[in-house]
């Protein structure tokens, strides 16, 4: 088991992209989500893993994850997720010796954007990038299961 | 990834116990349990596994079961289950030829007996052992997380 510390934020503008030093396509299907828990299978750079989240208690997670066969994690993304499956492409970025992760969703989430930081401790201090926007940590209406769950209602 | 197919039954009296051949303790956490679709951490004879069941249909339905760390299990089963943990013990015995499993459930469910089947498709037919009650396969009432549910409830 790992303690995620993730802080999450908006992002303002494209001034990130010059800072880009890799970008990986990801597939996430959500399983499950209720309470503050997820569960979720992902695709990410070749491998597929299975992942637990607990609730958030401040800005720390436990975050259980564990590879899985390629075939399995497919047979729960077409038969296991409800269409709650999220696309988006990861670009990773160092920033003052830190590394940020910027998420630009696809497919039903097309048009968000967001960045995020992961600390060794609640209180780790970093310096905000110039393109950082406002924080959304924890915030309820930026939970990306809760975008995608207003976006399929949207369409019907 | 496997196919679970499996029939569930009530039990009669006591005359399955002379033929019980071997039986286990077991504590499983429901992590999520949701639109036919299950999540389950399990503590069996030394292991700990992660399971996702998907929906039934028919008599079958999917199954991805991984093994744990203990730790993980533990933490799962202390933190995330929001206290929707079933203990039970798994009498294993055979009837003409096929394996049978009697669940004698404890903690919140005591009282509760089901044997259960495992069939190789599902149309095979098997013999019914003389204390075998009603089957109750895919019957709502008799899903283990509905019957938690209604005792958790009515514990307030």
Chains 1, 2 share one sequence.
Do not use: N
């Not at 110039?130 to 939970?143: A, F, I, Q």
């Not at 990306?144 to 369409?155: F, M, P, S, W, Y």
């Amino acid at each position: 088991m790992a303690t995620e510390i993730e802080r999450k934020f908006l992002v303002t503008g494209d001034g990130w992209k010059p800072a880009v030093l890799r970008s990986v396509a990801l597939r996430d299907g959500l399983i499950s989500e209720a309470g503050g828990r997820k569960v979720r299978v992902r695709f990410y750079d070749g491998q597929a893993t299975l992942t637990v989240k607990g609730p958030r208690s401040g800005l720390s997670r436990d975050e259980f994850e564990y590879p899985i066969p390629a075939a399995d994690a497919r047979r729960m993304l077409e038969r296991h997720c409800a269409g709650r499956i999220l696309e988006k492409t990861r670009h990773h970025l160092r920033h003052e010796g830190r590394d940020w992760t910027v998420d630009v969703y696809g497919g039903l989430l097309a048009g968000i954007v967001f960045a995020e930081i992961e600390l060794e401790a609640e209180e780790a201090g970093f310096a905000r990038p110039p393109w950082l926007g406002r924080e959304v940590t924890g915030v309820e209406e930026y939970r990306q299961g809760r975008i995608l769950a207003a976006r399929l209602a949207a369409r019907g």
